[in-house]
């Protein structure tokens, strides 16, 4: 037997060549395929389990762009999309064998797999990341959580585990978001008053008719921790369910997560939550939706601030006691009062942000490595979308409610309970 296939793919990455060498196999047998960047010791597997419209079209595409990792695994409760995802990964290595795995489980326990990039609908996110870390992954996983006390929980589990993980989430890696937070935290339109956050109103969509389920989906598995319901066409389409409240927070917790967390960051509270919250919200009737279509929140900050979050055109404006800043659009145009304070340098370098950091997918990858910290830490998430679930829940019992950041509780008993939610537990038996 040749020697080196007495080593396994997890050693190699802990090892190196170093580690062949020293084990006594001569230099000469080592394959090519082992020596220099393309080796696979040095190559941080991945398995992608959701392939669908971001899962395939940034997740799987972004990281199939970086050298120091490779896809060797695709998972999906769609057959179709996992063969395209597979397609992609064989033709970008030019090679066959990427996994075509139909249920997680069966992905999060190979050995072979060193991390998990989870890009599934919202009710996924923290109940697959959980059995992931529980598994030993490192855990790349899409924003937000869907309640509360599952995000609380998560986040103490990775501390506990001392596990790897980041959240998919661009905004603090673009400029001109990091421009923005810069120029406020810096003092470059005096002390901060209000924030004025508008994010997209999402579609309307009709009731349909129920349908059989594809032969090609596993709908038990799709649905997981949601409640059992009927299939109908639309439903698994990620525009769809997003504004339905089992799987979603609607384009609050979707877009919110971008724009929430730029006002967090600039007013130095992106590890903290506001402490009061109030807002109305209207579902529109006979539809699919479940969430708010239209609605307007008023957040207050124990430092003063207030933040108003609207459905409307996505933009964010940040205004002080001597001017505004802001982004008009999706990561569109700089704006402000007056422009010469992007010029300008204000503030002391310990009132300065972050170096801008890489996109989140290279981000991941260094993280693993060692030395780096992750761009959205499993706290980070946390604390960024239990902001968007308080205007959910104020939304809901329809009155203004006190938060405590400290405790992670309310001034009030129904709006506790709205913390967390049962989950369904017999998917687990689904196989």
Sequence with gaps: MNTSQNFSRRSLL?????????????????PARLLGADAPSKKITLGCIGVGKHGFGVNLQSFLQLDDCRVTAICDTF?????????????????????????????????????????????????????????????????????????????????????????????????KYHKLCQIVRGGGIGQVQRIVIKLPK???????????????????????????????????????????????????????????????????????????????????????????HTYHLTYTYENGVVMEVSADKPSIRVEGSDGWAGVEGWDGRLQASDMDIYRRQTGSPADMLWPLPKREHPNFLEVIRGGKMPNYSAEALHRLSTTMHLGLIAMELGKPLRWDPQTESFDNDQANALRSRVSREDWKRVG
């Design 79 to 175: 057959k179709s999309r996992r063969a395209r995802g597979i397609e992609a990964a064989d033709k970008k290595y030019a090679a066959t064998g990427c996994a075509d795995i139909a249920d997680f489980r069966e992905l999060l326990a190979r050995q072979d797999i060193d991390a998990a990039v989870i890009s599934t609908p919202d009710h996924w996110h923290i109940p697959m990341a959980t059995m992931a870390v529980e598994a030993g992954k490192h855990v790349f996983c899409e924003k937000p959580t869907l309640t509360i006390a599952e995000g609380r929980a998560f986040a103490d589990l990775v501390v506990k585990k001392q596990a790897v993980f980041a959240t998919g989430l661009e905004d603090r890696s673009l400029i």
């Design 202 to 292: 999402k579609p309307v969509f009709p009731k349909e008719a129920t349908a059989p389920v594809p032969a090609e989906l596993n709908f038990d598995l799709w649905l997981g921790p949601a409640p059992r319901r009927d299939y109908f066409p639309s439903l698994t389409h990620d525009q769809v369910w997003r504004q339905i409240r089992d799987f979603s927070g609607g384009s609050l917790t979707d877009w919110g997560a971008h724009l929430i967390d730029t006002a967090q960051v600039a007013i130095r509270m992106e590890n903290s939550s506001p402490v009061k919250v109030e807002g109305r919200g209207e579902i529109p009737p006979d539809s699919v939706n479940t969430v708010p």
């Design 14 to 30: 802990k090892s190196g060549l170093g580690g062949i060498l020293a084990s006594g196999v001569a230099p000469q047998f080592i």
